[in-house]
């Protein structure tokens, strides 16, 4: 029986569908080296006019050629403002507790905005610093994997300790911009990036973890990214970090 060439290329391409099909699936991979990546916390809030600059300098690290490789940089932003006359579309209340808990842990002395924390301790010197400090110790890798639309992530520390640690999953917004009618910052227009859109954590005795990609809590355009870090149960200190864009 004669077979065309015809149809070898439909046969072929029926065969390897499949395997296309999955290539160009949203498919992400973010590892971390051995050594500690460091994560950059900032607290903020919209309502604050103090703020403005910490998130200036923020958005400066887009531009850095060791974002993702040695730090992840989070915004949360914060509602303890909203009273005194603007709501902070970004907000959200468990930001604040997340602050608050830093506190009761001893890692920072204030609760207050623009608060910045490297690796969970308290850090006042973003204002005049060229470069973020790099960590040389030791950590362990974390590699993070999402497709579609579901995480697998595995952490491998350095003293071979797999229990009890908490993986935290961050979904960031970046392009944001907000045109602020009240408040002190009223009549300003605030460029935002690295903005936490939702923040799960999710515990595990063996250094593995499967969950689905947070989904963010309100409509938003622009790009996306994830960060990923890992602390100890009972405390939120970050001891390994990874992440990158979606």
């Given at each position: 029986m004669k077979i065309s060439v015809r149809y070898l290329l439909l046969l072929f391409f029926?065969?390897?569908l499949p395997l296309y099909s999955h290539s160009f699936a949203a498919d992400k991979q973010f590892s971390s080296a051995d050594k500690r990546v460091s994560l950059i916390e900032l607290y903020t809030s919209e309502g604050c006019s103090s703020c403005p600059p910490a998130e200036k300098w923020m958005?400066?690290?887009?531009?850095?050629?060791?974002?993702?490789?040695?730090f992840v940089p989070v915004a949360?932003?914060?509602?303890?403002?909203?009273?005194?006359?603007?709501?902070?579309?970004?907000?959200?209340?468990q930001h604040g507790l997340r602050q608050r808990q830093y506190k009761e842990q001893g890692n920072?002395?204030?609760?207050?905005?623009?608060?910045?924390?490297?690796?969970?301790k308290e850090w006042r010197k973003w204002r005049?610093?060229?470069?973020?400090?790099?960590?040389?110790?030791?950590?362990?890798?974390?590699?993070?994997e999402v497709l579609d639309n579901r995480i697998k992530a595995?952490?491998?520390?350095?003293?071979?300790?797999?229990?009890?640690?908490?993986?935290?999953?961050?979904?960031?917004?970046?392009d944001l911009r907000s045109n602020v009618r009240a408040g002190e910052n009223a009549g300003r227009s605030?460029?935002?990036?690295?903005?936490?859109?939702?923040?799960?954590?999710?515990?595990?005795?063996?250094?593995?973890?499967?969950?689905?990609?947070?989904?963010?809590?309100?409509?938003?355009?622009?790009?996306?990214?994830?960060?990923?870090?890992?602390?100890?149960?009972?405390?939120?200190?970050?001891?390994?970090?990874t992440g990158g864009w979606l």
């Open positions: 029926l065969i390897t958005n400066t690290l887009i531009d850095d050629s060791q974002l993702w490789q040695q949360f932003h914060v509602d303890y403002w909203d009273y005194i006359g603007w709501k902070d579309p970004f907000a959200d209340k920072i002395f204030s609760v207050y905005t623009p608060g910045v924390l490297l690796n969970g005049y610093a060229r470069r973020i400090p790099v960590a040389q110790q030791a950590a362990g890798t974390l590699d993070v595995v952490f491998t520390p350095a003293d071979g300790d797999i229990k009890d640690w908490e993986l935290n999953i961050a979904l960031l917004g970046f605030l460029e935002q990036e690295f903005v936490v859109l939702n923040h799960v954590k999710e515990s595990s005795s063996t250094g593995q973890w499967q969950l689905p990609v947070p989904v963010a809590k309100k409509t938003l355009s622009g790009r996306k990214g994830l960060a990923a870090w890992v602390n100890k149960k009972g405390s939120q200190t970050p001891l390994q970090a």
